[in-house]
C-alpha cells in the first residue's frame, strides 16, 4: 500500500512536501484518502516520495478518529522524508525535519479538508 524508495539518497530535500487528497465517488463516510508526499534532489534528478494515507475507515467527527488520522499522516511523513533510513549529515537531518514539518502539515490540511467534505455532505 505504500510507496517507498528502496534506500535513502543522499539529500537536499527541496521541502515541497504536498499533501494530496484523493476524493472518489463514494459515500461520504468513506471519501477519505489522504497522501502525504515530499520531493527531493537526489544527485540532481527529482524523487518524489508519496505515501498514501488511508482515511476511510476512521470517523473523522471524532476526537479518537481524528487522532489516529494524526499518527497516520506523521508516521507516513516519517516515510516520505526519509527519516529513520540510516546515517545522515546534519544538514540532511536538517533537511529531514524541514520536510516531515512541512508534509504534517500539508497532511494535517489534508484531514481537515476531507472532514469538511463529511460535514458538507451531511
Known sequence: MFATTTAFRPLALSLAALGALS??????????????????N??????VTRVPVKLSDLNLMTVQGRAVA?????????????????KVTLDQAQ??????SVATRQGKVQVALAREQVLAAR
Open 95 to 100: 533537511d529531514q525535519r524541514n520536510c516531515f
Open 23 to 40: 476524493l472518489g465517488s463514494m459515500p461520504a463516510a468513506a471519501q477519505t484518502t489522504a497522501a502525504v508526499s515530499a520531493e527531493s
Open 42 to 47: 537526489a544527485d540532481m534528478g527529482m524523487t
Open 70 to 86: 494524526d499518527r497516520r499522516v506523521r508516521a507516513a511523513a516519517r516515510q516520505a522524508c526519509g527519516i529513520g533510513i540510516g
